[in-house]
């Protein structure tokens, strides 16, 4: 059966475009949206991430400030700046790289962002307003699934779909998001009882746990759509998903490879929720 590739670089090229045209509005009116980047510590894939996300601002036009703290910096130190970054008017996002160190609480970090500059949408009151339907930052993975998905015209209503995961980066939120698209919804994790069964049984498979190429052919109905968010090096440096693509693309109707599939699309949606951020903290100058 062919498949239909979910090319996640196409659609972020394709919306990248067309933010920028909305931020070149903005400009004529006075208005750059700033994003500011916190990272601490010295781990190299965070690094990348950081450094894509500033690339990825100014491609478009969007002000990137980074702010980057030694491995022991004091929780004082990182909430200091957090609240320094809530009162700057020329920042209208806060993201601060996780993982962060093990001697800072992550949780009590979040929280400490201004929820109308937490373009990550972890903060309580965003994970809650995306809850109850009404989501004003939707964490960028899951978000940008569901454009991928609306974009390659599949629809969610009346699908199962099976959510491997459970964090509360994508997981959680990514089942709140189809749950709302009117899927009938699972969670798997890793205490999940027949793990294959459930997920040979997905309409729309979505696999986010960090194990290489751990969900072969076996765990997927013919014609499944499958979504990998994973993002694993094996052994011999090939960068590889949590899904085996070369055997569950010969099943599925539609997949997304890693890399080239969610990893952009979350990288756009970044910058999605970076410019209405932007609009609600400006929207007297945009009247
Ligand atoms: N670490 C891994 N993914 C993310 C993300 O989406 N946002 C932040 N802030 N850190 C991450």
């Known amino acids: 059966m062919a498949y239909k590739l979910l090319d996640g670089r196409d659609l972020a090229r394709r919306m990248k ?12 009116k006075g208005i750059v949206p700033g994003l500011a980047v916190v990272i601490v510590g010295n781990d190299p894939a965070s690094r990348i991430y950081v450094n894509n996300k500033k690339k990825d601002c100014e491609e478009i036009g969007i ?32 993201l601060v790289q996780l993982p962060i160190p093990r001697h800072l609480d992550e949780a009590k970090v979040i929280r400490r962002i201004s929820h ?21 930052f939707a964490p960028c993975t899951p978000a940008g699934i569901m454009e991928l998905l609306k974009d390659a015209g599949i629809d969610a209503a009346g699908k199962n779909c099976v959510v491997v995961g ?12 189809m749950l709302h698209a009117n899927a009938t919804v699972t969670i798997c994790h890793s205490r999940t009882a027949n ?10 498979l979505i696999v986010a746990i960090g194990r ?12 499944a759509v499958v979504i990998d968010v994973g993002m694993n090096r094996r ?6 998903g949590d899904v085996d693509f070369e055997g569950v693309s010969a099943k599925a109707s539609a997949i997304t490879p890693v890399p080239g599939g969610v990893g952009p699309m979350t990288r756009t949606m970044l910058l999605k929720n970076t410019i209405k951020a932007s609009k609600m903290h400006k929207r007297d100058m945009l009247s």
């Open 17 to 28: 475009e067309a933010m920028k045209l909305e931020i070149r509005d903005m400009a004529g």
């Open 63 to 94: 002000r990137s400030f980074e702010y980057a703290l030694p491995e022991d910096a004091s929780e004082d130190q990182l909430l200091g700046l957090i609240d320094a970054l809530n009162e700057d008017p020329a920042v209208d996002g806060i």
């Open 116 to 136: 109308d500059k937490d373009v990550d949408g972890f903060h309580p009151y965003n994970t809650g307003e995306l809850m109850i339907g009404r989501p004003v």
């Open 166 to 177: 459970r964090s509360n980066i994508v997981g959680k939120p990514m089942a709140m998001m």
């Open 195 to 204: 793990l294959k069964d459930v997920c040979s049984r997905a309409d729309i």
């Open 212 to 223: 290489s190429e751990f969900i072969t052919a076996d765990y997927v109905k013919e014609g």
């Open 235 to 240: 052994d011999d440096g090939k960068l590889t």
